[in-house]
C-alpha cells in the first residue's frame, strides 16, 4: 500500500485518539487532564503535565459561591488614585526635543535672511540717494539671500514635518485628560495646518482645546497669554510675506516696463515691498521663538497633568468613596434614617410634620332586612 499524506494524517490521528482522550482520566484520588503541550493526560489538579513538566493556563477559574449558594461576582481592580489609564498617555520627549532644536535652528536662520534682506534694502535706499553702488556690492547682496533664503526654508520644511506628528500626540494625550471635550479629531490636528482657509483659525481652536486640557491647575485656571501671543505673531507674519511678495511682483513689473522718468517711483515701490518683508521677517521670528516656549510649556504641562486623574465632563458631581453613599440630586431622604423617615430640609427649617394617619373601621352593617326584599315563599 503506498504512503500517502491522507494516510499518514489518519494514521497521526488515530494515535493520539488513542493517546489523549478527551476528558479527564481518574488517577487515584485525583482526576488528570489532558496536556495541551504533549497531548498526554497527565495535568494535575496544579496545572502541572507529569509528562512534560509545562503549566496549564487556566482560562476559567471556578466560580466563586458566596453566601445562600449564589456565585459571587469576580473581585473589580480599582486603579490607584491619580493614576492614568495604562498606555493612555504619550510622555516621550523625542518629539519635542527634535522640535525645539529645529525651532531654534529657524531663528537663527531668519535672523540670518533678515540680515541678508536689510543688506537689499540697503542697496536700494543708496539707489535713491542717488549713490550707486557697485555691481558686485549688488550681486553679493543678491547671493548672500538666496543662501540665506534656502537654508531657512530647509529647516522651516524640517518643522512643517515634525509639528503636526507632535501636534497630533498632544492631542491624543489631551483626549486622556479630558474625554470627549474636544471640538475637534485627533486627525484635524495634524490635517488642519495644510487644509486652506480653515487653516487660519482650526489650529488654533484645537490647542485651545490642548491647553486647557493640559492644564495642572484645572480648565476654568488657563492662562493662554503665550498661546494667543504665538498665533498672533504666526498670522501676522504669513499674512505680511504674502503681501510683501505681491507687491513685489507688482514694483518688479511695473520697473521693467517703466520709462527713464517712471524708474524711481518702481525702485521706490520695491524698496517699500522690501521694507515689508523685512517687517514679515521680524514677526516670523517672535513667532518661532514664542513656538519655541509653547512647545516646553505645554510638553512640561502634560507631564504635570498626566499625575493627576482624568477631569471628568463638565458639570458632573465628583464622585464618591468607594462605598459611600453619592448625595440624592432629588432631595431624597437622608442616608441613615429610618424608612420613610422624612429628610433634613436643604434651607435650614426643620422637616415637615405630617399629622399620623390613624385607620377607620369598616362601617357597620345596617340592621333588619334590605329595604324592599320579600319575605321566603310560604311565610309572611
Request: aromatic share 10%; glycine share 12%.
Amino acid at each position: 500500500m503506498p504512503v500517502t499524506c491522507r494516510s499518514a494524517l489518519r494514521a497521526r490521528s488515530d494515535l493520539f485518539s488513542r493517546v489523549a482522550p478527551i476528558g479527564p482520566r481518574p488517577q487515584g484520588d485525583q482526576e488528570m487532564y489532558p496536556c495541551g503541550n504533549c497531548r498526554a493526560v497527565a495535568v494535575g489538579p496544579d496545572g502541572r503535565c507529569a509528562a512534560c513538566g509545562t503549566y496549564q493556563q487556566q482560562l476559567n477559574p471556578a466560580p466563586t459561591t458566596g453566601p445562600g449558594g449564589y456565585t459571587a461576582a469576580p473581585p473589580v481592580s480599582m486603579p490607584a488614585a491619580g493614576a492614568m489609564p495604562p498606555g493612555g498617555v504619550d510622555l516621550r520627549r523625542g518629539l519635542s526635543t527634535t522640535l525645539v532644536w529645529l525651532l531654534g535652528a529657524t531663528v537663527a536662520t531668519l535672523v540670518l535672511a533678515f540680515i541678508a534682506r536689510f543688506q537689499q534694502y540697503d542697496i536700494y535706499s543708496d539707489i535713491l540717494d542717488g549713490d550707486l553702488p557697485s555691481q558686485d556690492d549688488a550681486d553679493s547682496a543678491d547671493s548672500f539671500y538666496a543662501v540665506a533664503l534656502i537654508v531657512s526654508s530647509l529647516v522651516m520644511l524640517a518643522v512643517a514635518i515634525v509639528w503636526p506628528i507632535w501636534f497630533r500626540r498632544l492631542r491624543l494625550n489631551a483626549e486622556v485628560f479630558a474625554p470627549g471635550q474636544h471640538r475637534f479629531g485627533a486627525g484635524w490636528a495634524a490635517g488642519a495646518w495644510f487644509t486652506p482657509v480653515v487653516s487660519l483659525w482650526f489650529p488654533k481652536q484645537i490647542a485651545n482645546d490642548i491647553w486647557r486640557a493640559s492644564s495642572p491647575q484645572g480648565p476654568h485656571q488657563v492662562r493662554r497669554g503665550l498661546l494667543n501671543g504665538w498665533w498672533v505673531c504666526w498670522l501676522v507674519g504669513g499674512i505680511s510675506f504674502s503681501s510683501s511678495l505681491q507687491q513685489w511682483t507688482l514694483a518688479r513689473d511695473r520697473a521693467e516696463s517703466a520709462g527713464l522718468f517712471g524708474a524711481k517711483d518702481a525702485v521706490e515701490d520695491m524698496q517699500s515691498a522690501l521694507g515689508m518683508n523685512l517687517f514679515a521677517y521680524a514677526v516670523t521670528i517672535a513667532a518661532a521663538i514664542l513656538a519655541l516656549l509653547v512647545v516646553r510649556q505645554i510638553t512640561a504641562m502634560q507631564e504635570q497633568r498626566a499625575a493627576l486623574p482624568p477631569q471628568g465632563p463638565q458639570g458632573q458631581m465628583p464622585p464618591s468613596p468607594y462605598g459611600a453613599p453619592a448625595p440624592n440630586p432629588y432631595g431624597g431622604g437622608a442616608p441613615g434614617n429610618p424608612y420613610g423617615a422624612p429628610a433634613p430640609s436643604p434651607y435650614g427649617g426643620g422637616a415637615q410634620q405630617m399629622p399620623p394617619v390613624v385607620p377607620q373601621a369598616p362601617p357597620a352593617p345596617p340592621s333588619g332586612p334590605p329595604a324592599g326584599s320579600q319575605p321566603p315563599y310560604g311565610q309572611g
